[in-house]
């Protein structure tokens, strides 16, 4: 041990300068193998969709570190990829078929994966390895139907997720209005429809109400139910707490310019049910209840709680919640228990750069109504990094950020964006002579973004997504990514294990301090 803390002391994390390299970079002492990639087959019917996003890990035995169920997200598709659908061909509308393998490409995986000989790999054909798609049946988890049906059909935008102290899976429906398009009221509440992006509502006529929710997945069956109780909105993820008497408190937000932070706190323990869901009114630190029974400006315009769940966009924006810069990841620090909220960009607002921010909940109690906000940490050049997205803690409380730049520097035509190159992934060490500095750790391939990173359950592998390379591929004959350098060039969304030197030794940086 002596030894040990000499050589820790001694301890640079050496960080990485921005890079447009066409490859996954990793810093000194750290390496990676792909575990899965878009395409792969893991099972006899089953392949892995498109666009990974959020991973989440869930040991057999506690006891085993190394061998369990993964869940990853697969958030949404390119057509080109998955159903040959070009949108720039001059007159192309997409078929049936070409919207049936789409529908396929999203949802999520589950996988059983283990560790040997210091590699992660599927178990092929597992009896556990299954996909859920956006064409499987989802119960709703509420008393009242719909728009008249207490099941929906499939889940899809899956972004980031949570896991819950019962050990299921969460997955968050984000941009649900890219499949089967949104609904729009006039002022007499006059419902139309506006089309989707993709345009799967040409062939199945889905109510958008069945999308934009908190979805509960159970590893073991894959069955899978809908939390209307948390609202309706682009939910980026969800993020539990369990108190002492079991009730939880669930954080999540709403991926939109000017949108809002939500937290349900359950009246029951372990119910995703029961409760009342509170937005933020972040300049007075106070949660401001979503409920219909107790808020006369809510009743005035809504004919029940569902209406206000369904529309909960609206009913936040009535009650003058604040607007946020585009809430995207929230973790909680498992040392000083405040919790920590991406606030990735508001480009109409000029917020380029995006921060970090960051709640203490009066008196430590996840459960209070009021709060104090403040900026944890702004991105911009000082900082070296712009717009936070998902984040992880590890088991010594390092902080783990990854950037989301897409659609910006991606085009490679947005200014503030060009210092930055590749979106990456930081740390900040909460130890040792780098604490709280905020060092790049690894660069993503061109076009891509690093997502969904966390943990093993013995902290030393770091999974995580890396999603959409080589996304703005105009022509399968010259992709702007081939990376993961498969044999057909052709770029795949793929989750990796990254284990090495670094993460142990950011593992023991308390020692120092000790
Ligand atoms: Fe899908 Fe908000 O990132
Ligand atoms: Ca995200
Ligand atoms: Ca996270
Ligand atoms: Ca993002």
Request: glycine content about 8%; charged content about 35%; overall charge negative.
């Given at each position: 041990p002596e030894a040990i803390l000499k050589k820790l002391k001694n301890f640079v994390l050496k960080g990485m300068l921005p890079s447009d390299t066409d490859d996954l970079l990793l810093a000194n002492g750290l390496k990676y193998n792909v575990i899965v990639k878009h395409g792969?087959?893991?099972?006899v019917e089953d392949t892995f969709g498109d666009n990974n996003d959020f991973t989440c890990f869930i040991p057999f035995?506690?006891?085993?570190?190394?061998d369990g169920l993964l869940w990853v997200n697969h958030?949404?598709?390119n057509s080109l990829f998955?159903?040959?659908?070009?949108?720039?061909?001059?007159g192309a509308t997409k078929t049936k078929e070409q919207v049936d393998k789409e529908i396929y490409s999203v949802g999520g995986t589950i996988v059983r994966i283990k560790e040997e000989n210091g590699q992660w790999k599927v178990v092929e054909n597992d009896p556990y390895n299954k996909r859920i798609t956006a064409h499987t049946p989802i119960k709703l988890n509420w008393d009242v139907p719909i728009a008249g049906k207490n099941t929906a059909i499939g889940t899809l935008s899956n972004c980031s997720g949570g896991i819950t102290p019962w050990n299921t899976f969460l997955t968050c429906e984000e941009?649900?209005?890219?499949?089967?398009g949104e609904i729009k009221y006039d002022e007499n509440n006059n419902r139309s429809r506006i089309a989707s992006q993709y345009g799967w509502e040409k062939f199945y006529n889905r109510p958008?109400?069945?999308?934009g929710w908190v979805v509960e997945i159970?590893?073991?069956?894959?069955s899978a139910q809908k939390h209307i109780?948390?609202?309706?909105?682009?939910?980026?993820c969800c993020t539990l707490y369990e108190l002492d008497d079991k009730r939880v408190v669930a954080y999540t937000g709403d991926d939109k310019n000017s949108e809002h932070l939500y937290k349900f706190i359950s009246?029951?323990?372990?119910?995703?049910?029961?409760g009342t869901l509170y937005v933020a009114d972040t300049i007075n630190g106070k949660w401001l209840a979503l409920d219909w029974s107790t808020q006369p400006l809510l009743k005035e315009k809504f004919k029940d709680q569902t209406e206000v769940l369904v529309r909960a966009r609206e009913a936040s924006k009535i009650l003058k919640a604040t607007e946020l810069n585009r809430p995207e990841d929230i973790e909680i620090d498992?040392?000083?228990g405040h919790v920590f909220v991406s606030l990735t960009n508001n480009k109409p607002k000029n917020d380029f750069h995006g921060s970090i921010l960051k709640i203490e909940e009066t008196n430590g109690?996840?459960?209070?109504?009021t709060f104090k906000a403040s900026t944890y940490m702004a991105g911009g050049e000082e900082n070296g990094f712009s717009c936070p997205d998902n984040l992880a803690f590890d088991m010594s409380g390092n902080l783990w950020i990854t950037t989301d730049m897409s659609g910006s520097v991606m085009n490679r035509?947005?200014?503030?964006?060009?210092?930055?190159k590749n979106n990456s992934l930081f740390v900040i060490p909460r130890?040792?002579?780098?604490?709280?500095k905020i060092i790049r750790v690894a660069s993503a391939p061109i076009d891509a973004e690093l997502t969904g990173p966390w943990f093993s359950p013995d902290g030393k592998s770091l999974f995580l997504s890396v999603q959409?390379?080589?996304?703005?591929?105009?022509d399968l004959q010259n992709p702007t990514s081939t990376w993961p350098f498969d044999v057909d060039n052709i770029p795949k969304s793929s989750v990796v294990a990254i284990t090495g030197d670094l993460i142990e030794k950011m593992n023991k940086l308390q020692e120092i301090e000790a």
């Open positions: 792969d087959k893991i099972s035995d506690e006891k085993n570190p190394k958030e949404y598709m998955v159903s040959g659908y070009n949108y720039r061909n001059p941009n649900y209005d890219s499949c089967f958008p109400e069945h999308y159970d590893p073991k069956d894959g109780a948390l609202g309706r909105f682009a939910h980026e009246s029951k323990p372990g119910s995703l049910k029961e498992p040392v000083t109690e996840y459960d209070a109504l035509e947005d200014k503030p964006y060009m210092p930055f130890y040792g002579k780098d604490a709280g959409h390379p080589g996304e703005q591929t105009k």
